[in-house]
């Protein structure tokens, strides 16, 4: 007997980190093969190509991450199903506007091409279809947004809109900011907070993105100079911390002021924290003296309210007394 079910085709891994623009982009215009030695990444216009760190794109393609593995094993089981955006390169060949990771993913997988669809765009046209392609994505670190935001800015600003982010006003200068939202899942202040992060010293800007630093404190450490973020990884070390936000805020106060020194980063770093005085730490290594080797973290956290809550008790039947 003929099952009556539907055969129904799953989407691949390598369809869900697409975006719908870009699917119905590959139903409307001829999709290509092109051999992966001519797709490189976009190299930018020649101010992007001196301060982006990622070979004037923002976004980084680690061979390691999560994401990109799942790409790969689709890619090695059925191929590229989504074709990538490129641009025709004056110097030869392709740059990738959208696709990167695939494109790598397909390198790693030992394939020689990839359907693309080839667009005719300019740099400004390329940098925001890039930006707006790719932000969309869960794991985008903030360094990533951060570039991705005031690349798009910057590409806004030499078609002519207007750029001030600065404004508190409601009206014309906000145009920017609101064209960036558009394609944003942040908003208009969010947007700007992630842009300052791009004064940010590299290695500041990498602790933000292993959450060693919070985005709002990192927003305030970016208006200390640049001498004075290098200062401030000195006193981190020294003190083998990282600012909270009120500490943030004091030391972008004694930036402003022109106070700020050394010896003063390395007193602030040295405070303890209200987190801190407000937390005890029990390690395992100390918890697993008194209890069988059975125990799990959650029933030796079960066993110790327990027996507080007995203590507790009898303390308060000794006040009684």
């Known amino acids: 007997m003929k099952s009556s079910a539907k055969k129904v085709e799953l989407a691949s891994v390598d369809d869900l980190f697409t975006t719908e623009q870009e699917r119905q982009q590959a139903g409307e215009e001829r999709v290509v ?65 959208s696709g990167h990771r695939r494109h790598r993913a397909s390198e790693l997988a030992g394939l020689e091409d990839m359907p693309v669809i080839i667009r005719e765009m300019n740099d400004e046209e390329a940098v925001i279809e890039m930006v707006d392609a790719n932000i969309q994505r ?121 106070h700020l020194t050394l010896d003063m980063m390395r007193v602030i770093m040295g405070e303890e924290k209200k987190s801190d005085l407000d937390k005890v730490t029990l390690s395992a290594d100390i918890l697993r003296k008194y209890f069988p080797k059975s125990y799990t973290p959650q029933r030796m956290q079960e066993t110790i309210i327990k027996l507080l809550e007995g203590w507790q008790k009898k303390r308060q039947r000794d006040q009684e007394r």
């Open 138 to 258: 869960e794991d985008v670190l903030p360094s990533e947004k951060a570039w991705a935001y005031r690349m798009k800015l910057e590409a806004i600003k030499r078609q002519g809109e207007r750029t001030d982010l600065t404004s508190a006003q409601v009206g014309p200068k906000l145009t920017a900011a609101e064209k960036i939202a558009e394609n944003s899942p942040d908003s208009k202040s969010q947007i700007k907070r992630y842009i300052r992060l791009t004064e940010l010293i590299p290695e500041l800007l990498n602790m933000v993105d292993e959450k060693k630093i919070a985005l709002n404190p990192a927003y305030e450490l970016s208006f200390l100079k640049k001498e004075e973020q290098r200062d401030l990884l000195d006193a981190m070390d020294s003190e083998q911390a990282t600012p909270s936000l009120s500490q943030a805020q004091r030391l972008k106060k004694y930036s402003q002021e022109g």
């Open 33 to 97: 093969r092109i051999p992966l030695s001519q797709l490189h990444y976009f190299k930018g216009y020649p101010a992007m190509q001196t301060e982006v760190p990622f070979a004037g794109q923002p976004y980084r393609v680690k061979d390691d991450d999560p994401k990109m593995l799942e790409t790969l094993d689709s890619i090695r089981q059925r191929g590229v199903r989504t074709p990538g955006l490129v641009r025709p390169d004056p110097d030869g060949g392709y740059e990738i506007i």
